[in-house]
């Protein structure tokens, strides 16, 4: 049990279960399956865009990735008009969401390494102009998913909502790269010191390209899947998802300074976040009450974290 204490994911698990719990007392334990389940279906998209910025976090200091909403709506717009309410073409959008990710992930480590642009600048600027693609391609239509893609992201598996379950295979995945492969040696040793890694022969550019490749990649999964899931693609759809996913990376336990990610903690912080938003839905509160608490929410996490990110340098 001490030793389960000590995992920096475990906490985010616990304030989950506490305020599921809290939302469980004051609605008399009436809507706690419905509660459940939407909590695991709208969570499931914030776990998709969390890991991908985690990777991209663990990375070190300055890098980060804003192009994600951009990204979601514009592989969400494409794929959605490319399959054009057909079921057959369910799998060439999603090939061409992919696509899109490809390119926008080789675009911005572009900018960072060949303009020698910060990160945080570079994803910005190419947020704007992936944005602008994605509005003239959009033109102010709003085209309906086909009625397959629709039916299976809206659907359940043995109770456990489709998107869920999607979310849970790419952690898997991720999981797997970061612990069992090379790529997630290599990564962890840039994120904990670039100079060092350097000197230790790892391809510190080739590493980098590929991580901010897979977080556009995941980012666009998620917009083919959010739009299918909403009934279409809308031009601000992936707008709440650049505070999100930074917030379900920092409060799931990745370190801030980099060289540590945390999978399992994207998850226990996402079904967090959005037990917190629904519980003050429930209450009356606005959206900017809901933005100062996450606020405060990241700041309090990397306080308590203040400890084990300090000194990875």
Do not use: H
């Not at 359940?156 to 295979?169: D, H, K, R, S, W």
């Not at 790419?170 to 060092?196: E, N």
């Not at 519980?279 to 308590?304: K, P």
Request: aromatic share 8%.
């Amino acid at each position: 049990m001490i030793a389960l204490m000590r995992k920096p994911w475990i906490w985010s698990f616990i304030a989950t279960a506490l305020v599921f719990l809290t939302t469980i007392l004051v609605t008399g334990g009436a809507s706690m399956a419905g509660l459940a389940q939407a909590t695991l279906t709208f969570a499931a998209f914030s776990v998709i865009v969390g890991i991908g910025q985690m990777l991209v976090i663990t990375l070190g200091p300055g890098n980060i990735d804003l192009s994600v909403p951009a990204t979601m709506t514009l592989a969400g717009t494409v794929a959605l008009k490319l399959m054009n309410v057909e079921d057959s073409m369910v799998l060439p959008g999603l090939l061409v969401a992919i696509g899109i990710g490809v390119l926008i992930g080789t675009g911005n480590y572009a900018l960072i390494k060949l303009l020698r642009i910060p990160p945080i600048i570079a994803t910005l600027s190419m947020s704007f102009v992936v944005q602008s693609t994605a509005i003239w391609t959009n033109r102010g239509l709003r085209i309906k998913p086909p009625p397959a893609l629709a039916d299976f992201t809206t659907s359940t598996t043995a109770g456990i909502p489709n998107v869920a379950i999607i979310a849970l295979i790419l952690s898997a995945i991720v999981w797997v790269l970061l612990q069992k492969t090379v790529y997630g040696r290599w990564i962890a040793a840039i994120g904990q010191s670039i100079r060092a890694a350097r000197m230790a022969g790892i391809p510190i550019d080739g590493i980098r390209f590929v991580t901010y490749v897979l977080c556009a990649i995941l980012a666009s999964i998620c917009g083919y899947l959010l739009a299918s899931f909403s009934g279409g693609a809308a031009l601000n759809m992936g707008s709440e998802y650049l505070l999100m996913s930074i917030a379900v990376v920092v409060i799931g336990g990745t370190a801030v300074a980099g060289g540590d990610s945390n999978v399992p903690g994207i998850w226990g912080a996402s079904l967090f976040m959005f037990l917190v938003v629904s519980m003050l839905n429930t209450y009356g509160f606005g959206a900017g009450v809901r933005l100062i608490l996450t606020g405060l929410i990241i700041i309090a996490v990397i306080m308590l974290a203040g400890g084990r990110t300090a000194g990875k340098r």
